[in-house]
């Protein structure tokens, strides 16, 4: 039976496995794998059939949440990428986090544009710890602030995000999770976006 672990042993696991990847040197393409094998190496073998899913699906056991609360610091260990680059793609306010990214930066199509703005968004709120599970809400609020929500096709364009994303709800209650996959995806897209590629 598991047990559920105090918020400084939670931030000790985190900085443990921060500092073991940093000093073996891990290639940036292999860092969010090896902090979650980091992880696993010192809770231990996982001991219930709702840790080992959420494994699976690209997450990491409860550990998102520590004493401090969401973070961008969160989000760059788990994204595996830089805290300044990750400054440069995510802002934090009292809505929670969004994306700080210039209009341009996206896909001027909006179906693609659309599900950049999802997958940066969803991954961004789920590493940093706001939440398990992204309000498509929230996906569609940040698409038309970025010019890019079509109505007649975003509930489509969403839903052919299937390798990225697992869904739970229905029409204005849909919600989505990401991958692991799908934090792999974000990883590269926010490289190359804060980089200036398309």
């Not at 840790?51 to 788990?78: F, I, K, Q, Y």
């Not at 990401?178 to 490289?191: F, H, I, K, M, S």
Request: proline share 4%.
């Amino acid at each position: 039976m598991s047990t559920r672990m105090r918020p400084d042993e939670v931030k000790q696991i985190i900085k443990e496995a921060v500092k073991a990847v940093e000093e073996a040197n891990v290639p940036d393409d292999l860092r969010v794998t090896a902090f979650e094998k980091s992880i696993e190496a010192l809770i231990g073998a996982p001991d219930s059939g709702s840790d080992v899913a959420a494994r699976d699906e690209g997450r990491l056991p409860v550990l998102a949440a520590t004493s401090n609360g969401p973070s961008l610091e969160a989000v760059a260990s788990r994204l595996g990428l830089d805290r300044g680059l990750v400054e440069e793609v995510y802002y934090v306010d009292e809505n929670g986090l969004g994306l700080a990214l210039a209009p341009s930066k996206f896909q001027s199509k909006k179906a693609a544009g659309t599900q950049q703005i999802a997958l940066l968004l969803a991954a961004g709120r789920q590493a940093g710890g706001w939440e398990d599970w992204t309000p498509v809400g929230h996906i569609r609020t940040a698409c038309r602030d970025y010019g890019r929500f079509d109505a007649a096709n975003f509930a489509t364009t969403i839903k052919r995000m299937g390798d990225v994303f697992g869904f739970r709800g229905r029409a204005r209650q849909l919600e989505v999770r990401v991958t692991r996959p799908g934090y792999e995806q974000a990883a590269d897209l926010a490289r190359n976006l804060s980089a200036g590629a398309v």
